[in-house]
């Protein structure tokens, strides 16, 4: 059974940091790229950020780049966010994605979310 945990989330003062986890297991955690997707209500779900299958390269959104890093433990089937300064509009509930394609499948697994909200 294929499961991905978010943890890390809660509430934090503008210009905070918070550390988010994601466990996966139930499938081949290195062999899959991990992305962090965020949504509010009445929006579309964003990309926030995402890492290669073996952690050689990342992509950031424009709103978070020099804020957010994203990284990965294969050893541990985990993949982190590390938010710093946070902004209010950083508030949201962040969403992690497993993602594989092997032609002509493709393979996208989401965790269950983690709210995180930032406010004085």
């Known amino acids: 059974q294929v499961q991905l945990v978010e943890s890390g989330g809660g509430l934090v003062q503008p210009g905070g940091s918070l550390r988010l986890s994601c466990a996966g297991s139930g499938f081949t955690f290195s062999s899959y790229a991990m992305s962090w997707y965020r949504q509010v209500p009445g929006k579309e779900r964003e990309l926030v950020a995402g890492?290669?299958?073996?952690?050689?390269?990342?992509n950031y959104a424009d709103s978070v780049k020099g804020r957010f890093t994203i990284s990965r433990d294969n050893a541990k089937n985990t993949v982190y966010l590390q938010m710093n300064s946070l902004k209010p509009e950083d508030t949201a509930v962040y969403y992690c994605?497993?993602?594989?394609?092997?032609?002509?499948?493709?393979?996208?697994?989401w965790g269950q979310g983690t709210q995180v909200t930032v406010s004085s």
């Open positions: 994605n497993a993602h594989h394609v092997v032609v002509p499948r493709e393979y996208d697994y």
């Open positions: 890492i290669t299958s073996i952690g050689r390269s990342t």
